[in-house]
């Protein structure tokens, strides 16, 4: 892989004060910040198109993923089964993906805070109402949506696959 195509997908990947600044340099050139979030373990056929679509919503698509000791928390000792970094950078070589920043909380709720994303977007396993940071959101007079979700393609089902097999 060239230099400069590594270098780009690793640009992708901020910290927390980056983050910030992204959002508001994109915000002073007026581009639609769209931001989802999650722990994105095996990135599946599922996975590409929810986040081409969560990008065509706006301009700039920021994503937030749980750290490993989040994903463990919230689904089990035995996950996440990709380490942090490969997880970051498979988001990060996607082209509809902006940035990538991870949280170590269960929810980005701080992390959409400090973003103030114009259009949060999870996938259709969640209400409008159920998804974590809509308040934030919302009172800024920005959207909430959930997006379709697209049955047989998800990480839990592709484990248990594995195991099966």
């Known amino acids: 892989m060239p230099n400069s195509v590594w270098q780009h997908i690793k640009s992708k990947i901020i910290d927390r004060a980056a983050a910030k600044k992204f959002a508001e340099a994109a915000r ?22 929810y986040l081409a679509e969560a990008k065509s919503l706006g301009d700039v698509l ?18 996440p089964l990709n380490d ?23 929810t980005p709720y701080n992390l959409i805070a400090e973003v103030q994303p114009d259009i949060l977007v999870k996938g259709g396993d969640y209400t409008p109402t159920e998804i974590v940071g809509s308040d934030i959101v919302l009172q800024r007079g920005g959207e909430v949506r959930s997006l379709a979700f697209l049955q047989g393609y998800s990480t839990t089902d592709l484990e248990r696959k594995i195991r099966e097999s």
């Open 62 to 79: 920021i994503v937030g993923v749980n750290s490993a000791a989040s994903v463990a928390r919230l689904k089990g000792k035995h996950r």
């Open 84 to 106: 942090d970094s490969t997880r970051y950078h498979l988001l990060a070589a996607l082209e509809c993906v902006d940035a990538v920043i991870e949280f170590s909380e269960d």
């Open 28 to 49: 002073a050139n007026v581009k639609i910040i769209v931001f989802t979030n999650g722990c994105f373990d095996i990135l599946h056929y599922g996975h590409l198109q």
